[in-house]
């Protein structure tokens, strides 16, 4: 199969500004690329450093983006199996940053599933199913989450996931209390520190909400090699975000208390990497969590197809496109009932909004 190439640039507002590590954001940046074979059926992939925390800027994503059209301009695509197995760089010949390579292995994959008339999903496991169940993300005050908690679990979440680690250790402490005591047993309660505590603090918040049935805490360190024994000193189990690709696979069945380990495709190295850390997680007894970096609803299409086809049963991170003021797709995908339903959305030629993007030269 024969592939023209285009690339294109989006700027989409947020609803409200978005805290990263070291700053906020009001809009989120990013490409799409559109791969069109001799009979215009379109795949698309989104290319979206998210500041703070992918090592490419937007625009050294740009560039390498151009680069890889440039290349496949004209080229047979691998197959869905080939890609998935070796990953598009050892197609291309050379490296490209994790987004880079997140969205143009997307773009192939959603070409072939036209292609083939089978979606991405099942091109992994044929008994994937439509939907997934995403956590519910709470940010900001104790009152606030407090609510969205009831909101969220009377919708039919079944899982949340409460930020922490930006206040005071007491702060912190009441609200993931107060969090918890609206939330019913059989909802899964998840934390996400970032990396925000040191030991000491870590220590004594995990004492704290020991007791309150946590799934697991993401990142409760910024020194991540202390994991282990944060583990042994609260008896709380945890999640691997920031520090994923800091431990071999291989070590993931051997670390005392690691329960989950977050993939973020866009940034630890793009679609086939996280098929296949997903895979050695299950093999090694450790549940794989496919999750957002805020894409708009074209990547989180694709992180939905491998939610749905690797960790169908898992609640997955992906309830993030609420943060979108617009979006690029005219029927943007939208969570109902704590699910994430991606039926219907392999067709993306008939449904992107190229009114929301600015043509780009991709040399």
Excluded at 117 to 122: A, S
Aim: some cysteine; proline content about 4%; charged content about 25%.
């Amino acid at each position: 199969m024969m592939i023209s190439a285009r690339m294109y640039q989006y700027r989409v507002p947020l609803v409200r500004p978005l805290p990263l590590k070291s700053h906020r954001i009001s809009d989120r940046e990013g490409l799409l690329i559109q791969f069109t074979d001799e009979l215009n059926r379109i795949g698309w992939g989104e290319i979206a450093p998210l500041p703070g925390f992918s090592i490419e800027s937007l625009e050294e994503a740009r560039v390498c983006s151009a680069r890889a059209c440039h290349t496949l301009r004209g080229s047979e695509l691998p197959e869905p199996a080939v890609l998935l197995e070796r990953g598009i760089e050892s197609i291309l010949g050379y490296a490209c940053p994790s987004s880079v390579t997140f969205g143009v292995e997307s773009a192939i994959l959603t070409l072939w599933s036209l292609v083939r008339g089978i979606e991405v999903r099942r091109f992994v496991n044929e008994w994937a199913p439509d939907a997934i169940p995403v956590n519910g993300l709470l940010t900001g005050s104790t009152a606030t989450v407090t609510e969205l908690a009831k909101r969220m679990v009377a919708d039919g979440y079944t899982a949340l996931k409460l930020k922490v680690g930006a206040e005071s250790v007491e702060a912190e402490i009441e609200k993931t209390k107060a969090v918890r005591s609206v939330v019913p047993s059989q909802v899964k309660f998840r934390l996400d520190a970032n990396q925000a505590c040191d030991f000491d603090t870590a220590v004594r918040f995990g004492r704290a909400v020991n007791g309150l049935e946590l799934e697991y805490i993401e990142e409760p360190l910024s020194d991540s090699a202390r994991l282990e024994q944060f583990h042994d000193q609260t008896g709380l189990v945890y999640a691997l975000d920031e520090s994923v690709m800091k431990y071999s696979a291989e070590e993931w069945g051997d670390r005392e208390g690691l329960g989950a380990v977050i993939l973020k495709p866009t940034i630890l190295g793009g679609v086939a990497a996280a098929y296949r850390l997903a895979r050695r997680a299950e093999e090694m007894g450790v549940k794989p969590i496919i999750s957002s970096s805020f894409e708009s609803s074209v990547g989180t299409v694709t992180l939905a197809n491998l939610a749905c086809a690797l960790a169908p049963d898992a609640a997955s991170g992906l309830d993030t496109l609420s943060w979108f003021a617009d979006d690029l797709l005219i029927n943007p995908v939208r969570t109902m009932a704590g699910r994430l339903n991606i039926s219907g959305y392999e067709a993306f030629r008939t449904v992107v909004r190229t009114d929301l993007l600015k043509a780009m030269t991709a040399r």
